[in-house]
């Protein structure tokens, strides 16, 4: 038998059928856009998450007041805390492998300027931050190297706070209100955006020192530091744990390193593409049962056909190759028309949810093509054998 006339066979044999013929490929690609879609979906997260995680920069590592651990013996979680100070800050960005230190107080207040004034957030920091978290400067500079526990009253605006309180003027050594005390304007920060839905152009920058007076804290909320790309994360917070162990008697804090949320994200997308895999899974096995149905009918049907085809000197492996074919076909038209359908949800989330991450892997679309024709495959396996198998005696006898 010759291709063309293979080819031949199996269009007319699901033109034949039309209306089964898409049911059952619908049924495939309604698996095929599932998996195709939540895989981009989970792929668009990931990325996004990456991107708001590292804009700050990488090689950050965290490190928070308390410790929480559980008692055994009480059944219950005990919590130690004990403030992390500017002095902490300065001690432990002397170890070797750490490049800076940040400390970070974080707040709200107003901001006034002149007859007009703004709510906004108010991050109190160190001199390292806009080196450290890769801050660019529109104006001006960023805050002096002045002495870390009794600095100036200096502010840096972000940009949105800068274009409300003073349109496009400059704003630099005006004299500005922040939670009621009075700052100098040293500089104003280029557009940043936003970070898992916090707006760090709507901030503004003050020393972390004169945050804790504003805000009347006693510790800081949290010390970032950056630390040299040649060293390891896990060395460098078995160093700030030992050095911070030896300065407060203690392990009463907790260390985060990017590479440790960026792992703990990892597993929890794993997870969810499990999940999601398993989901289309379920519409795949659908779609393949409805294959197997398909071609256990059109067995029934054709079986004088096949009789016939075997009477003129068609092979067992000819008509099992016939019907192989008829089902792997069947189930990669179902796959393009489940890629089509992903094309149709992919525009239409982008036109109707612009703010949804969504990233199409071209290996995944593939690899959905792959898989549609794997399920034909293995639903037609059974009635291709069945089909090869059919006495051509019997079945001229029954027509």
Not at 74 to 91: F, K, V, Y
Not at 301 to 321: D, K
């Amino acid at each position: 038998m010759r291709f063309l006339d293979w080819l031949q066979w199996i269009f007319r044999a699901a033109r034949a059928s039309r209306m089964r013929t898409w049911l059952t490929a619908l049924g495939i690609a309604i698996g095929i856009t599932a998996v195709a879609l939540l895989t981009a979906i989970g792929e668009g997260v990931r990325s996004y998450v990456l991107v708001q995680f590292t804009q700050f920069g990488t090689h950050i590592v965290a490190i928070n007041p308390g410790k929480t651990q559980t008692a055994g013996g009480m059944g219950g979680l005990l919590r130690t805390e004990r403030a992390l100070t500017i002095e902490d800050a300065l001690a432990l960005a002397k170890l070797p492998g750490i490049e800076a230190a940040v400390p970070v107080v974080q707040g709200a207040g107003r901001v006034e300027a002149g007859l007009r004034q703004r709510d906004t957030t108010i991050l109190g920091v160190g001199s390292a931050a806009a080196d450290a978290w890769q801050l660019t400067m529109l104006r001006g500079r960023f805050l002096p190297d002045d002495d870390p526990v009794a600095p100036r009253a200096t502010v840096v605006l972000g940009h949105k706070v800068w274009q409300e309180l003073y349109g496009a003027r400059s704003p630099l050594g005006e004299n500005i209100r922040v939670g009621g005390q009075r700052f100098r304007v040293v500089g104003v920060m280029a557009p940043k955006g936003q970070m898992l839905g916090f707006d760090m152009d709507d901030v503004v920058y003050v020393p972390a020192a004169r945050a804790l007076s504003l805000f009347n804290r006693e510790g800081l909320m949290e010390i970032n530091f950056r630390y040299s790309p040649g060293v390891s994360s896990a060395a460098i917070v078995e160093r700030l744990k030992a050095a911070l162990i030896a300065r407060h008697g203690g392990e009463d804090f907790s260390l985060t390193s990017q590479e440790d949320m960026l792992a703990t994200l990892d597993r929890i997308l794993s997870v969810l593409k499990v999940a999601i895999g398993a989901l289309g899974g379920i519409s795949l096995f659908v779609g393949g049962v409805g294959v197997l149905t398909i071609m256990t009918t059109a067995l029934a049907e054709r079986r004088q056909e096949l009789g016939l085809l075997r009477a003129i000197g068609c092979t067992r492996g000819q008509l099992l190759l016939l019907f192989l074919g008829e089902s792997i076909a069947l189930a990669m038209l179902g796959g393009l028309l489940g890629l089509a359908m992903l094309g149709v949800f992919v525009l239409a989330l982008t036109l109707g949810a612009p703010g949804l991450p969504l990233a199409p892997q071209p290996l995944y679309l593939l690899l959905a093509m792959v898989l549609s024709a794997m399920v034909g495959a293995i639903a037609g396996i059974w009635p291709a054998l069945q089909a090869s198998r059919v006495d051509p005696i019997e079945a001229l006898r029954a027509e």
